[in-house]
């Protein structure tokens, strides 16, 4: 008979330091620290439910399925958002080292009270990629009586995107979202490709513009929404999908698809991208302005100014492989 094995359970008195906010009361948000016992297996959600039940019943915080489901519950623990309702503390504190977290609301978004954050940013601006199917006719049969098939290939194009529960954590994250409000976010990017590829699908040209609308090309694929995402989507996979669906479409007269034509251009031809000239192939003649103030800081710490991009060792090799890619999508069509 094999030894039964009993699992460690261990314990903690911890600092758990919450920043609070009631906008129409205070001027600015603050933090306050409660101590929590904390032991092995408990979350996130449970230790605020300690808190607020025990220690501060005016604490306010989002949640409701309590199984990774709804995606209500997403605050940031030491800045990095998790759902609070599968995210244990125990390893959280180990990991950093103290016996203290901070807990705050979602970033990108206006603070209701507390941890609790507006997502009408994030619903208005997904609403504008019409993330709902618009029907094909030539693969949704007219009567209930039959079923609209698909093959487990056109399914598996989409399927992990099926799984997204819209929790923010990805918004919360985006660099782009920071710096310019009008970016759709990645989470509306995943759910736009999601249905621009599905094969019942008949709105794709639209959504495609819609992406183009709120900053398609903006991403700069760091890829933090990657690492936080709780349902690995890879909402930056998306992103870069779709700006290649929009391409393969015809798109090509925008900064962005330009830029990604010029670097595999420059990349088969010498190598590497032919930074010198990328402004004005890219922005066309508005691009000068940025190649003269480049080449006056350059001069300015006397360093040599050149247009001209050289070859590097290994060209050869990258030629080829851009050979071989388009006879594959040729016999691919």
Request: hydrophobic share 35%; charged share 30%; glycine share 6%.
């Amino acid at each position: 008979m094999s030894e039964k094995i009993i699992p460690t359970r261990e314990k903690i008195l911890a600092n758990i330091r919450i920043q609070r906010f009631t906008p129409d009361k205070d001027r600015t948000p603050y933090f306050d620290n409660f101590k929590v016992e904390v032991e092995t297996g408990m979350t996130v959600l449970e230790a605020l439910r300690l808190i607020k039940n025990q220690q501060d019943s005016s604490l306010t915080f989002r949640a409701f399925c309590r199984s990774a489901i709804c995606g209500s519950c997403t605050v940031r623990v030491n800045a990095d958002p998790v759902l609070a309702c599968s995210t244990q503390l125990l390893p959280i504190i180990k990991d950093f080292g103290k016996a203290s977290v901070t807990i705050t609301p979602m970033s990108n978004l206006p603070i209701l009270r507390d941890l609790v954050v507006d997502i009408d940013p994030v619903i208005e601006k997904l609403a504008k990629m019409h993330p709902y199917l618009m029907k094909n006719k030539e693969r949704i049969p007219k009567t209930l009586e039959q079923e609209s098939l698909m093959s487990q290939k056109e399914l598996t194009q989409f399927g992990q995107l099926t799984d997204c529960i819209l929790c923010g954590a990805c918004f919360s994250t985006c660099s782009a979202v920071k710096v310019d409000k009008t970016y759709a976010g990645p989470l509306s990017f995943a759910k736009a490709y999601r249905f621009s590829i599905d094969p019942r699908d008949s709105f794709r040209g639209m959504r495609i513009q819609a992406s183009m609308d709120q900053g398609l090309w903006s991403c700069v694929q760091c890829r933090k929404c990657i690492k936080v995402c709780p349902k690995d989507i890879r909402p930056a996979d998306s992103i870069r999908d779709m700006r290649r669906i929009a391409i393969d479409d015809g798109i090509h007269d925008t900064p962005g698809s330009r830029r990604a034509k010029a670097y595999t251009d420059d990349v088969e031809k010498f190598g590497q991208v032919n930074k010198p000239m990328l402004p004005v192939i890219v922005n066309g003649t508005k691009g000068w302005a940025a190649i003269e103030a480049a080449e006056v800081g350059l001069k300015k710490h006397g360093l040599e100014v050149t247009r001209q991009v050289c070859k590097l060792p290994g060209q050869s090799g990258s030629a080829k492989v851009y050979s071989k890619i388009r006879e594959i999508e040729k016999k691919g069509k």
